[in-house]
């Protein structure tokens, strides 16, 4: 029973084969404004953030452009990636 409840949780099936549960997790929006969107990394896939951050520059007429992850090597918080309006 444990067994199958741990490849349950993992997404295995009884074959052994790997099959996603989740595609990806959505994005936290951590920070906005007119000049750019910053969102908190998620965990699993990509969460949308350039499709996110595309909209909120339109608002301002402007084209969304990535600009990177900040605190990538900081171990006590979890990493911000940046995209600015342009």
């Known amino acids: 029973m444990a067994k199958v409840l741990l490849m ?19 994005a936290t929006v951590v920070g906005e404004n007119p000049d750019g969107i910053w969102f908190r990394e998620p965990s699993i896939g990509s969460g949308n953030m350039q499709e996110k951050a595309d909209k909120h520059c339109a608002k301002y007429g402007k084209q969304a452009a990535y600009r990177g992850t900040l605190l990538q090597n900081n171990p006590y918080v979890v ?3 940046a995209y600015n309006c342009e």
């Open 79 to 81: 990493p911000v990636v």
């Open 8 to 26: 349950i949780l993992l997404g295995t099936t009884l074959s052994g084969c790997i099959v996603p549960i989740v595609e990806s997790v959505d």
